[in-house]
């Protein structure tokens, strides 16, 4: 059989396409590194020095075998909190076990904290713990980041979800704070903890402040944590109304093209027509009902 004789302007083309392909990766490569160094580290995890000891699990090699048998079955109960809380558990991130300061700074580019969590575009998620202080509820909560990333997808958490609804359903599954498994009860406790924070309700933070990562977490420690309590308090407001249905509706019908400033609210409002439910009013709302979106 002949051989195909290639044109050469189509030969010189390829061969251009195939350098400029070549120059793109020299430069994208290095400028992923640069701008999401914490990101990439996380995609290479299996070739560093950190141990996979379970399916998805890598542990830090200065974990010995007690500490790392103790931190799985910690694991364990986290994920059962978050199928329980979620309906199913979706997200199967990568979870990194740190066992240095200087680990979880290189994993998680911050030293605050005992965990953190990070999605990307293409569907990837980490959860990375730093063994100080690790514990279900820090598990749970980070868990419960990356599921929110699973049913809605990177975009539509990044762009559409306020960050106060992000860490304020985490916070549902973290008892740090509150304990109380009664959703209006659970709803008081945020609200005793939201009027200590604002000193009875004098330094307020309106959630529109509050609905990017960069506005909830620019303060200082106390205003940190005055936006979790706020958060707190505003999600287990509504969920007292809508329940974990009214999440997935949510969810729901922002994957099929809603906003959550369009739902948000109207959900709540056609749970209450349904359901008799009494609960104190929420301080937040007092002053304007409709400023609440992200």
Known sequence: MPHRKINPLTKSRITAFGKFLLVGLVFIIPGYFF??????YCQVIDFSNFEKIRTNIYASPDLDARQRVNIIKVIKKAEARVDS????????PKVILCGTPQEYEKYCQSTEGAGCSLGTPWGQSFVILNVQGLNVDVISHEMSHVELFRRLGWWKTTTEIPQWFN??????LDRRFVSNPDPIGRYLDYTDEWLYQTGGGQNILELENISSVKGFFSGNQKQVMLAYMTSGMEVSYWLAFVGGEGLSKLLSEMRNGQSFDARYLEIEKEARERNEVEVPANLLRVQDLEKIGG
């Open 167 to 172: 860490e304020g359903i985490a916070l549902m």
């Open 85 to 92: 809380f979620w309906s199913g558990k979706q997200a199967n």
């Open 35 to 40: 701008l999401y160094p914490q990101i990439f």
